[in-house]
């Protein structure tokens, strides 16, 4: 993959108490918003962004002046390919990064490609799970398979690439460290994702949340490696925290911060009564469900396995208290009961 500067040149965005932001489009779910500082030893990045998204990223810097030999530090937030894929032909550009995530995230994942061969075959498996109809389960498996042909094919193209993920600093919940003259402290926020860090700015309140809320809500995929049990945990632990700026991966910065993660909270409990109430009707599987809680319109687009995990983790949870039960049919398909 040649490293080019393309039609499209995202803004690098002065967004106050010396945070830039750029967002990067990707091919297949929300832009990703990556942030960054200008310290004294050169640039400080929150996330890079999907592999296909390296082009938009150096033509971004280019435009106040940088390039990626600038780049000093890259946080990741966690091993999702849209935050960190970029990772692994950014390093051929840019020699002088040190890497910090997780530390079993630094451990745990090795070759990246191997472990996204594992997310893909666990989303399969969600959607097995949800759509009882053969020809409905055929088309939305070529579509996913679609999705992650072309995020392999961008790996393949280079030469440069390197699939073994790099982590140079592991970090451990409530770790301290000075980049570029800045001092961060990091937060294990596990929920939406087993490895999920919260790098927080103590001199300005600024928390770069990542995914632990997008759109008033999350994303939480409990069969592959997210657990609602640990996202009230992490939420009821960020309402304890003196945050005066959340600033998310995707959409825009959330303004009330303690306003929202409790109406997160609360949404999540009403989606949890709402799959009760239709399962008390009569039978339902997850795509009913999902439709049910979210709606129909999450069918287009890359949301589909993020509604899908997020209804599934409340299942599952339900499951566990012994209010309903599964009942496995053909071909991985599943169907809800209530436990009377």
Known sequence: MKVTVPKRIPDMED??????????PQPFYAPNNIYLYHGNDGLTLIDSGYIESIPMLQASLKTKGFSFKDIRHIIYTHNHLDHISSSLVLKSYAKNVTY??????ADGVGNYLESMMLFEEATEDLFHKAFGDKEELNRILEE???GWRQFFSKFSETKKGDPVLRIDVAIDHNDSLELGGRLFRFLHTPGHNLYHITPVDPSTGIYFS?????ANLTA?????DGSLGDYYFTLSKLLEEPIKRMLPAHGSEIEDPKKTITLVKKTLSILEKGVLRRLREGESDLKVLMEAA?????HNGGHLPTALGLVYSIIQKLVLEGQIRIEKRENGYEVFHIVN
């Open 15 to 24: 967004i106050g108490d010396g945070v830039f932001k750029i967002v990067l």
């Open 100 to 105: 910090y995530g997780y530390r079993s995230m």
């Open 144 to 146: 996913s398979r679609k």
């Open 210 to 214: 990542g995914d632990l809320i997008i």
């Open 220 to 224: 939480i995929y409990s069969e592959m």
């Open 294 to 298: 979210i709606g129909k319109k999450v």
